[in-house]
């Protein structure tokens, strides 16, 4: 199915989708029923059913659905079946926090850079990857293919560092900034907000 | 309503509703549509009227839902009538920049101390807190009446961190280790995975 048909509302629920589906595979796990799914996930069956009936995926009475298979379809409408080119921008706690991350490679996520603004920094070695000035990023992101850069900036300079990159050529910014950044047709930009999650503890608790 | 007949889907959808209705609030807004609602948030308009119906919670036809009335009732469910007492343990990148975070305190998480089990970081001082030792966590759990622990340590530690908090007495832990913490009845944990957002992002894209 097209992408572009997708609505927000699936696409949000998607990442979990397939995460899920993701942990089942690995345990050999050949099929899965939508209520097992609404059960672990949280959302209605019906709603499940719905969304998989969209990716023209039907399970069968009985069985479920084939894992293995909604995997797939999964994967592909992410955009999983290719490799993202990432760089970090901003080299303080949470840009070496993400950096130090595993679990992103494993997902197709290709740390390429780590940038930074302040000079005493590039002598850091992150991961295997030494810190670059913040000034050689333009260049960088146009030579070395990047798709995504993981903005990790004081608010202060989040935007005008946000223009660069995408003279440079960005497509896609994973917004850890808190700034609600303007950036033209073209351009994606997902926040970071751990408020949820945390706002989740205090209602179970 | 009693928070304990809320299913687990409800619960996940509460804090988008409660940042959401926030926003709101503060723009001086009266009321908000279900359609509204869903468009920006990505919940269907039925999904929505029925959890506000289940909070006892009513629209008026070609009015909508008042903003202030919805935001008092969400923020009791989501127990935010009362100030949570937080510690980070572990002072490293994730440690730090959550400490650093300022949006938490504002919606009722008090950071009241910050441990590390190496010595040369109790010297730190981060968002005006001196790290202490975490020899000395247990006491302050008891003493100081500490609600959520956020644990920031390495994976390898976790598990034997987690059982110490546990045994000071708290009750919800906000895990950012990507460790499967095991914990007895009345101990909530909530684990922070990041993946979902970046997945998120390259659908987008």
């Known amino acids: 199915m097209n992408k572009k048909n997708i609505s927000m509302a699936v696409i949000r629920r998607l990442p979990k989708y397939y995460r899920y589906i993701n942990e089942l595979l690995k345990n050999n796990v050949d099929a899965v029923s939508s209520n097992k799914l609404s059960e672990d996930l ?23 659905y084939n894992v293995k298979q909604l995997h797939k379809e999964i994967s592909m409408i992410l955009g999983l079946i290719k490799n993202y080119n990432t760089i970090i921008i901003g080299a303080g706690n949470i840009g070496q926090a993400v950096a130090n991350y595993t679990n992103f490679g494993q997902l197709g996520f290709k740390l390429k850079g780590i940038f930074d603004i302040n000079p005493k920094l590039t002598d850091l070695v992150i991961n295997d990857i030494r810190v670059r000035d913040i000034d050689l990023v333009e260049e960088f992101i146009c030579n070395k293919d990047i798709d995504i850069a993981i903005l990790c900036v004081p608010r202060a300079v989040a935007q005008k560092i946000c223009d660069t990159l995408i003279k440079g050529g960005i497509k896609g910014i994973w917004n850890f900034t808190q700034v609600d950044l303007i950036t033209p047709k073209g351009v994606t930009v997902e926040n970071v907000d751990l408020s949820d999650s945390l706002l989740t503890l205090s209602c179970l608790m």
């Open 42 to 64: 949280g959302f209605t069956a019906s709603q499940i059913r719905n969304d998989f009936n969209n990716f023209g995926y039907f399970g069968r009475q009985g069985y479920g």
